[in-house]
């Protein structure tokens, strides 16, 4: 039996809407992180890509080629050590 054209227009409608909710999802993110390396007086334009390391723990690489490392200390600090 072949599926109905409307239920794979559906289907593919909700792909893409899940696509471009990750991609707002992840620029809002990079947003974040470029605000949080600003904030300690680091110099980054824009996060171009960042890797989760694990919970609170961040790679970060800027635009202008630099790397941080973002991560939250045990005492609940906002760490940020370039690499």
């Known amino acids: 039996m072949r599926p109905s054209t ?3 227009a559906l289907v593919a409608m909700s792909t893409l809407a899940s696509v471009v909710a990750l991609a707002a999802e992840d620029a809002s ?3 974040d992180l470029a605000a ?3 904030l ?3 110099p980054c334009d ?6 989760r390391n694990s ?3 961040y790679t970060a ?3 202008d080629g630099n790397r941080y490392h973002v991560y939250v200390d045990p005492s609940g600090r906002v760490v ?3 690499l």
């Open 6 to 8: 409307p239920l794979l």
């Open 29 to 31: 993110f990079s947003k």
């Open 36 to 38: 949080t390396i600003a």
């Open 40 to 42: 300690q007086g680091l």
């Open 46 to 51: 824009k996060v171009v890509s960042a890797k």
């Open 55 to 57: 919970d609170s723990d």
């Open 61 to 63: 690489t800027c635009r």
């Open 80 to 82: 940020v050590k370039k």
